[in-house]
């Protein structure tokens, strides 16, 4: 899955993807429009804390600058490369986005966390279609939790934070899936099972590293970790299940 031409589709196939990307800053605006960014956050001591510890290490994961992705991406297509670009974009809003959370709670941002270095080195070890392979694994094992703070957030700004950010994510996992479809068919079965079987070991083990370093947020927005853990390895199970179709 390292493979670097393999990524490279015509552009006529992501033309649709830099409309949507670039159309999508439109919904964006409007989203958080209705957010009251100035209301206090009126949240217990304890949930506060659970929240902030949450949303910085949310923050720190989705603030990449997305030179080394965009960097594997050069002998793509023109339109792949600025879809690229736009999705980079879109990750670094939503890190903004928990940045204005955390002003919300009174709390600044951390400089570095370990599941983020972890995480980090590991993408840029490899080629580009395992980077995005790597990406659409991170976000389909974050979806539960996007959807979880937009519809039982604790707090008004909370839910709009998890609405805006769960919209994108719908299409970021689209997009990835139509950059990653069709790549495993050109393996031999004996790679093509070896590849899901690992695909889904780093897949467990990122939705471990959620249940850990995010459970206290999940039980406080009413979702028990047990039922995170299942909900984003199905999650992860559908998008997988579009890649290999």
């Avoid at 957010?35 to 956050?41: F, G, T, V």
């Avoid at 923050?59 to 960097?71: F, I, K, T, Y």
């Avoid at 050109?186 to 471990?208: F, Q």
Wanted: glycine share 8%; charged share 20%; hydrophobic share 45%.
């Amino acid at each position: 899955m390292t493979a670097h031409r393999d990524t490279t589709a015509s552009d006529v196939a992501f033309e649709k993807w830099v409309t949507h990307f670039t159309s999508n800053r439109r919904r964006h605006d409007a989203i958080e429009a209705m957010i009251d960014w100035e209301a206090p956050a009126r949240l217990p001591t304890g949930v506060r804390a659970i929240l902030v510890r949450s949303f910085q290490r949310f923050e720190l994961g989705e603030g990449g600058d997305g030179l080394h992705l965009l960097r594997k991406a050069e002998g793509c297509g023109t339109a792949q490369r600025e879809a690229l670009r736009l999705l980079v974009a879109e990750e670094q809003k939503h890190s903004a986005l928990f940045r204005r959370g955390l002003q919300h709670l009174g709390a600044g941002t951390l400089t570095n966390h370990w599941s983020d270095l972890i995480f980090t080195r590991l993408r840029r070890a490899l080629g580009l279609r395992t980077e995005l392979a790597l990406f659409l694994t991170a976000e389909a094992v974050a979806m539960p939790y996007f959807v979880v703070l937009a519809r039982s957030g604790p707090d008004p700004v909370i839910r709009g934070i998890g609405t805006r950010i769960a919209l994108d994510e719908e299409h970021h996992l689209a997009f990835q899936i139509a950059q990653l479809r069709g790549g495993l068919a050109a393996l031999t079965t004996p790679v093509r099972t070896l590849v899901l079987l690992l695909w889904w070991v780093v897949a467990v083990g990122a939705a471990t590293v959620v249940a850990l370093d995010h459970g206290s947020a999940l039980r406080a927005c009413g979702l028990p970790v047990r039922r995170y853990w299942g909900a984003a390895l199905r999650s992860f199970r559908r998008a997988v299940e579009a890649t290999v179709s």
